[in-house]
């Protein structure tokens, strides 16, 4: 979060705050209902379950997005970084 700044796109901002928002969501979580994630949304097959809230799915999101940009920003740019010596 703290080289977010010197990235040239507002994706990576955007991105970042998400991250953050769903991360600031996970703690309030803890913080605030000792048994975990309150009433989360689950999802069941004939053998597997999964279960998420809304904090994750943000978090998870906004890491993928700000990621994504990282990848597709040094690809454009690998003519500048510099050779293995």
């Not at 769903?22 to 069941?44: E, H, K, M, R, Y």
Request: aromatic fraction near 6%; include cysteine.
């Amino acid at each position: 979060m703290v080289l977010v700044p010197r990235l040239p796109s507002n994706v990576a901002a955007v991105g970042a705050g998400v991250a953050c928002g769903g991360a600031l969501g996970n703690l309030v979580s803890l913080l605030a209902w000792a048994q975990g994630v309150p009433d989360p949304f689950v999802i069941t097959g004939a053998t597997y379950g999964l279960a998420f809230n809304l904090a994750d799915v943000f978090a998870v999101g906004g890491d993928s997005l700000l990621l994504s940009v990282v990848v597709l920003l040094g690809l454009q740019r690998r003519a500048a970084l510099r050779e293995p010596v």
